[in-house]
């Protein structure tokens, strides 16, 4: 029995060994709520799981055949006490629970720009957030930084306590961006976008990936987020220029082409616009960008057999702390 034991535990142990508690320990203000919250709510609904438990072993022994000092009570069938354990504790658990939903939903609202970078230190009034502009390719990640007018494949960094404010979009299907030592994964799709505030608080090298299933090529959308000090991170941008070529409209046609286990590739320069064309799917000169096409009003057929022309809407979704929303596209 006890080498039974033994080799359960030790295999537990040799399964467990593997596994990256990221989750449970985050760099990332934004994450380090979102942990705390899934930690308080796990520890409110074990105060009833728990009990329940115990209480089940504990009348198994309590009552069982052999225990003749037990009160036997055939006809035993209401007691006020013990419905008012059944009913007002896990009651209260829920509207604890529901309060707790909705004032975290509200809080780490993905599209909310931050108001603090750490416990007790709000985001100071002169720091301007990290603009990046994402693009999930099949099966490959595009970074661009409109500001520092560079471009990245499978690799992103950021300073270390600053605001960091993503826009996201995708070519042709669903993904999941997903830093966990960030903040939660938020997803991403054809022709709209959606956004994603955090901030990263400890230097380091974090896993990033995609969460969401689309294709054979998924298991390769990989990348590494690099946080960094504000030097090393100017350092970062100068190799990015350095090393990298001009990332043209032409350019990204053939990025842009199904490839999987991408390499790390450098842009030192992006073409004008090219991310809001990527978003609203007018890459090509002939093409009518969504944004004007939802613009248009609508233009009934007439007696000359002109064509109908209706209006492209995207309904705004709502927007949950661990899993992101769609925004109606903006441009």
């Not at 009348?59 to 069938?77: D, G, H, K, S, V």
């Not at 955090?198 to 689309?214: L, Q, T």
């Not at 009934?300 to 992101?324: F, I, L, Y």
Request: proline content about 6%.
């Amino acid at each position: 029995m006890k080498l039974l034991r033994g080799l359960t535990i030790a295999g537990a142990a040799a399964l467990l060994s593997g596994c990256d508690l990221v989750l449970m320990s985050p760099s990332g203000d934004v994450a380090v709520q979102q942990r705390n919250l899934i930690v308080g709510s796990a520890v409110l609904m074990l105060a009833v799981v728990v009990p329940v438990i115990l209480a089940t072993f504990w009348f198994a022994w309590r009552y069982r055949a052999a225990n003749e000092e037990a009160t036997y009570r055939p006809e035993w069938e209401h007691s006020t006490i013990l419905e008012l354990f059944i009913w007002a504790i896990p009651l209260a658990i829920i509207v604890i629970l529901g309060a707790l939903a909705y004032v975290y939903s509200h809080k780490l609202d993905p599209f909310n720009s931050l108001t603090r970078i750490a416990p007790g230190e709000p985001v100071p009034t002169d720091v301007q957030p990290l603009v990046v502009d994402v693009v999930a390719t099949e099966w490959k990640w595009l970074f661009i930084y409109p500001k520092q007018n560079i471009a990245v494949v499978n690799e992103l960094a950021a300073p270390v306590n600053r605001p960091i404010k993503f826009n996201l979009t995708s070519t042709t299907m669903m993904d999941s961006f997903f830093i966990p030592a960030l903040a939660g994964q938020i997803y991403t799709m054809p022709g709209m976008q959606t956004q994603l505030h955090a901030v990263i608080n400890k230097p380091g090298v974090y896993k990033g990936f995609s969460a969401n299933y689309s294709g054979h090529g998924f298991n390769g959308m990989k990348f590494k987020f690099h946080g960094l000090s504000d030097a090393d991170f100017d350092q970062w941008v100068a190799k990015v220029k350095a090393q990298g070529s001009d990332l043209s409209r032409a350019v990204y046609k053939e990025l842009a082409v199904p490839s999987t286990n991408a390499p790390i590739t450098y842009y030192s320069g992006v073409a004008p616009d090219l991310y809001h064309d990527i978003l609203n799917r007018c890459l090509e000169p002939h093409q009518t960008c969504m944004k004007d096409m939802m613009d248009r009003p609508n233009v009934k057929e007439g007696e000359g057999g002109e064509h109908q022309h209706m209006d492209m809407s995207m309904h705004t979704g709502g927007t949950m702390p661990m899993h992101g929303a769609v925004q109606q596209n903006q441009g």
